[in-house]
T-cell receptor, first 113, second 112 residues
């Protein structure tokens, strides 16, 4: 089954404790992206990647890191999480020529205490 | 002013009603318009995708784009309780790795 898999689904952590949210897609998509979704603000792009070893900042990149060492994986790293990073996070992927047609993962609800 | 405006709702309708969901936008250069549906505790899924102005129909769903008014709509005919979800509009300037701008979503509740 074609899918984007995120882990974990729920995560509670404390300020300053480094964490990684994993994302993997099995559709051989070139494009991958991370979004956060907050009430009243909608989906905002954090980082995106057009292919292996190619990443770029989205609208809200501060406090986040990403890497794209393999085509299928695009982990999101919070080196020193803060409470304002409490949010619902989504990973998404799409084929190269049609990045409007995003396939989303099921989300990771992160709470930073 | 946000680039894309969308009424958050909730919009409550009885089963069988015709639903109209709308977005307005400020950037007249947007050319690609999408509607995503998001069920509770799930990721958004693409519902409709249109290019430029005009209508596109898919079963009970019709997407309409009016570029002159900078206004897009999604119509749902014969609404069902399974249509209860949040509907996000999104748009982009061009295709191929172009940034998508999302609305904040309208929550729809269809009661039996």
């Amino acid at each position: 089954e074609a899918q984007v898999t995120q882990n974990p689904r729920y995560l509670i952590t404390v300020t300053g404790k480094k964490l990684t949210v994993t994302c993997s897609q099995n559709m051989n998509h070139e494009y991958m992206s991370w979004y956060r979704q907050d009430p009243g603000l909608g989906l905002r792009q954090i980082y995106y990647s057009m292919n292996v070893e190619v990443t770029d900042k989205g609208d809200v990149p501060e406090g986040y890191k990403v890497s794209r060492k393999e085509k299928r994986n695009f982990p999101l790293i919070l080196e020193s999480p803060s409470p304002n990073q409490t949010s619902l996070y989504f990973c998404a992927s799409s084929p190269r020529q049609t990045n409007e047609k995003l396939f989303f993962g099921s989300g990771t609800q992160l709470s930073v205490l | 002013q946000k680039e894309v405006e969308q009424d958050p709702g909730p919009l409550s309708v009885p089963e069988g009603a015709i639903v109209s969901l709308n977005c307005t936008y400020s950037n007249s250069a947007f050319q690609y318009f999408m509607w995503y549906r998001q069920y509770s505790r799930k990721g958004p899924e693409l519902l409709m995708y249109t290019y430029s102005s005009g209508n596109k129909e898919d079963g009970r769903f019709t997407a309409q784009v009016d570029k002159s008014s900078k206004y897009i709509s999604l119509f749902i005919r014969d609404s069902q309780p399974s249509d209860s979800a949040t509907y996000l509009c999104a748009m982009s300037l061009n295709t191929g790795f172009q940034k998508l701008v999302f609305g904040t979503g309208t929550r729809l509740l269809v009661s039996p």
